[in-house]
Antibody
Framework: EMQLLESGGDLVQPGGSLRLSCETSGFTFSRHSMSWVRQAPGKGLEWVSTISGSGRTKHYGDSVRGRFTVSRDNTKNTLFLQVNSLRVDDTAMYYC???????????????WGQGTLVTVSS | DIQMTQSPSIVSASVGDRVTISCRAS??????LAWYQQRPGKAPKLLIS???SLGGGVPSRFSGSGSGTEFTLTISSLQPEDFATYYC?????????FGQGTKVEIK
């Protein structure tokens, strides 16, 4: 059974930083691109970032490019999202999700974690 | 950037009803469209990829159609567990833009 478990969300002041983690199991992690998707309270889904299985290719949404950095540790089956220069409008539930196709880059997301909440407020 | 627009924003329906949700892309995305279901307080779940391919374990009452810029999700006979919010998502580009969502609520 595939499992994805996010952690690292917290209450942080504007301008602050956090490192989100997503521990995975139940599939060959290194063969799959992984994505982060966020959802502001009461709002819709927003794709944030995708990283290839090797970690060499990374894509970011316009609203986070230059502030967020995605990475992965294939020896620990873990995905990360470093979030810097946080703004109030970054407040959201952050989900990690697995890309469906092995070695695929396009974000068809067939397995999701339960999310970790980031709240940015002074 | 590709924009995805869903309609309607809210659907009020009863158990057994046929429900149709539309999704329009701002430019052609061929068949590179997915649908997700999100129940309250839960993570999204992939229902359909490549416009019409059902995800694993997804009931056959769900179906998808369309191409280019116009797409449709149909629930042939609404069940109690189907009351949720549905999102379309393009993946013609790496950005995976979602629509704003359609909430299916009890009439």
């Amino acid at each position: 059974e595939m499992q994805l478990l996010e952690s690292g969300g917290d209450l942080v002041q504007p301008g602050g930083s956090l490192r989100l983690s997503c521990e995975t199991s139940g599939f060959t992690f290194s063969r799959h691109s992984m994505s982060w998707v966020r959802q502001a309270p009461g709002k819709g889904l927003e794709w944030v970032s995708t990283i290839s299985g090797s970690g060499r290719t990374k894509h970011y949404g316009d609203s986070v490019r230059g502030r967020f950095t995605v990475s992965r540790d294939n020896t620990k089956n873990t995905l990360f999202l470093q979030v810097n220069s946080l703004r109030v409008d970054d407040t959201a539930m952050y989900y990690c999700a697995k890309v469906q196709d092995e070695y695929g880059d396009y974000p068809i997301l067939d397995s999701w974690g339960q999310g970790t909440l980031v709240t940015v407020s002074s | 950037d590709i924009q995805m627009t869903q309609s309607p924003s809210i659907v009020s329906a009863s158990v057994g009803d046929r429900v149709t949700i539309s999704c329009r892309a701002s430019q052609s995305i061929s068949s590179w469209l997915a649908w997700y279901q999100q129940r309250p307080g839960k993570a999204p779940k992939l229902l359909i990829s490549k416009t019409s391919s059902l995800g694993g374990g997804v009931p056959s009452r769900f179906s998808g159609s369309g191409s280019g810029t116009e797409f449709t999700l149909t629930i042939s006979s609404l069940q109690p567990e189907d009351f949720a919010t549905y999102y379309c998502q393009e993946y013609d580009t790496y950005s995976g833009t979602f629509g704003q969502g359609t909430k299916v609520e009890i009439k």
